[in-house]
């Protein structure tokens, strides 16, 4: 049975049908969702991979972003402080590897410092040659940027990784507070000559850095290359970021111009975001219908895996996946990746991405890094509901409709729902104490009062 055929019988998402249809007495219908699952089953012998140009490393096209790991309570370790469930995380890794996934890509302060040790664990059951690991100098806050501190750090994730040397090691989320951060957090301290002198030592195997904000700092360390000789880069790359980045948010930077630089240079991309932290998965239904008339079997992330795994600079394409359903699914997108045609690549930068730049809404990709709050507000929350409703049509903007009280009611009560009381807008102080964390620059503060006076403009419009 082919998915057409399985759509043409349940209709619908086939894999949410499939997930639903337990219970079900029909005996043809239980026929075709047993063949539907079998043959979305991904295969294990069919990645595409990548090699890296300075150490030939033969490197899966999907990597494995370890910062959203499972937990006991059933949500993702970057939205809750509650214990990963490290059998589950076992489970993942292994399937990962099992079906061609070799990359794998942490960093000390992910999970509420916990990715590490517990992708240590997970991949130290399996023979160090089957996996390249990659973590971060993530010396964010100035209590870690002193030089002896940031070496404690890179030695603590030898411990948790349990590993001897390091395959992709990179200074994390360059290009926040620009050049002056830069420095404090590796050039003042000698930090980025020591992980060079590391590099030279073996113990570091490929040297690079990823990128979010000030582009001076991009530039500035392209144009050190002679020196420092970058074996890769991490750059957010997706069919929205590649034109529109600076149209979405004016402190960042296209992805065309970030991937033809490294390009210029023979350096090797690491895309991160493929998904925009899900909004390129879940886009306004008029949206999904027009990629459905194109490919009715293909979802809208699919779609947005594709086009990130098209460019030929790029070594692999990282997706955190909390759930076993999404590690499928992006499976199935590069076991083998199809690569997009021309005129597919220009229906999304053309069509698509145009749209969704036209619905203005907060560039916030649900990552957490502003978290959390000294006073308590949900930032990500407020905005992914903010965003949401505004997709959906659902926003109550105009008095004059005649649905305006009830899309008023709806989107009050829908904030109460979604967003305790105590962690709403209206608690901002406009401390500034998130915006310097945030890699889209999104002017937090700025952006919470308005919503704030959105929702008091909504409670008095009685």
């Known amino acids: 049975m082919d998915r057409r055929k399985f759509l043409k019988i349940f209709g619908g998402s086939a894999l949410t049908t499939a997930a639903v249809m337990t219970g079900c007495k029909s005996k043809k219908e239980t026929k075709a969702v047993e063949e539907y699952k079998q043959q979305v089953e991904p295969p294990t012998d069919q990645m595409t991979y990548r090699t890296n140009p300075t150490t030939k490393d033969k490197v899966s096209?999907?990597?494995?972003?370890?910062?959203?790991?499972?937990?006991?309570?059933?949500?993702?370790?970057?939205?809750?402080?509650?214990?990963i469930d490290q059998e589950q995380v076992n489970r993942l890794v292994d399937y990962a590897i099992e079906h061609g996934v070799n990359y794998f890509d942490t960093s000390p302060v992910y999970c509420q410092g916990l990715s590490e040790r517990s992708t240590g664990i997970?991949?130290?059951?399996?023979?160090?040659?089957?996996?390249?690991?990659?973590?971060?100098?993530?010396?964010?806050?100035?209590?870690?940027?002193?030089?002896?501190?940031?070496?404690?750090?890179?030695?603590?994730?030898?411990?948790?990784?349990?590993?001897?040397?390091i395959d992709y090691y990179l200074l994390h989320s360059v290009g926040g507070g620009g050049m002056e951060n830069f420095s404090k957090r590796y050039l003042d301290n000698g930090m980025l000559d020591f992980c060079v002198e590391?590099?030279?030592?073996?113990?570091?195997?490929?040297?690079?850095?990823?990128?979010?904000?000030?582009?001076?700092?991009?530039?500035?360390?392209?144009?050190?290359?002679?020196?420092?000789?970058?074996?890769?880069?991490?750059?957010e790359l997706n069919y929205l970021d590649w034109d529109f980045a600076d149209e979405i948010n004016q402190r960042n930077t296209d992805a065309r111009y970030l991937y033809g630089e490294l390009?210029?240079?023979?350096?090797?991309?690491?895309?991160?975001?493929?998904?925009?932290?899900?909004?390129?998965?879940?886009?306004?239904?008029?949206?999904?219908?027009?990629?459905?008339?194109?490919?009715?079997?293909?979802?809208?992330?699919?779609?947005a895996?594709?086009?990130?795994?098209?460019?030929?600079?790029?070594?692999?394409?990282?997706?955190?996946?909390?759930?076993m359903e999404h590690l499928k699914d992006n499976l199935l997108s590069y076991c083998p990746l199809v690569p997009l045609?021309?005129?597919?690549?220009?229906?999304?930068?053309?069509?698509?991405?145009?749209?969704?730049?036209?619905?203005?809404?907060?560039?916030?990709?649900?990552?957490?890094?502003?978290?959390?709050?000294?006073?308590?507000?949900?930032?990500?929350?407020?905005?992914?509901?903010?965003?949401?409703?505004?997709?959906?049509?659902?926003?109550?903007?105009?008095?004059e409709d005649p649905e305006y009280r009830k899309l008023r009611r709806n989107y009050l009560i829908g904030v109460d729902r979604t967003v305790p009381r105590m962690r709403q807008a209206d608690h901002c102080i406009g401390c500034g104490q998130c915006e310097s964390h945030c890699p889209q620059n999104i002017r937090i503060p700025r952006e919470l009062h308005k919503i704030s006076d959105f929702i008091e403009q909504l409670k008095r419009d009685v």
């Open 305 to 323: 895996f594709r086009y990130a795994g098209t460019p030929e600079g790029v070594l692999t394409v990282l997706s955190g996946m909390t759930y």
């Open 198 to 235: 590391e590099r030279k030592a073996g113990r570091i195997r490929n040297l690079g850095f990823s990128y979010h904000g000030d582009i001076e700092v991009f530039d500035w360390l392209l144009s050190m290359h002679d020196k420092y000789h970058w074996d890769f880069v991490q750059i």
């Open 341 to 399: 045609t021309q005129d597919e690549m220009t229906f999304l930068d053309r069509d698509i991405a145009k749209k969704i730049v036209g619905l203005e809404n907060i560039p916030c990709n649900d990552c957490k890094y502003c978290m959390p709050c000294p006073y308590g507000i949900d930032i990500p929350a407020i905005f992914v509901h903010y965003n949401k409703c505004k997709n959906e049509g659902s926003l109550p903007n105009n008095q």
């Open 263 to 303: 390009q210029k240079r023979g350096i090797p991309s690491v895309i991160m975001e493929p998904l925009l932290g899900g909004r390129l998965a879940n886009l306004p239904q008029y949206l999904v219908t027009q990629l459905k008339e194109r490919a009715p079997e293909k979802s809208a992330a699919s779609w």
């Open 122 to 165: 997970a991949l130290s059951r399996h023979k160090r040659s089957e996996y390249f690991v990659a973590t971060k100098l993530s010396n964010f806050n100035p209590a870690t940027q002193s030089r002896e501190e940031s070496i404690r750090m890179y030695r603590d994730s030898f411990k948790e990784l349990q590993v001897s040397y």
């Open 61 to 83: 096209l999907l990597g494995y972003g370890m910062m959203r790991l499972p937990t006991i309570e059933g949500s993702a370790a970057r939205e809750s402080k509650a214990e």
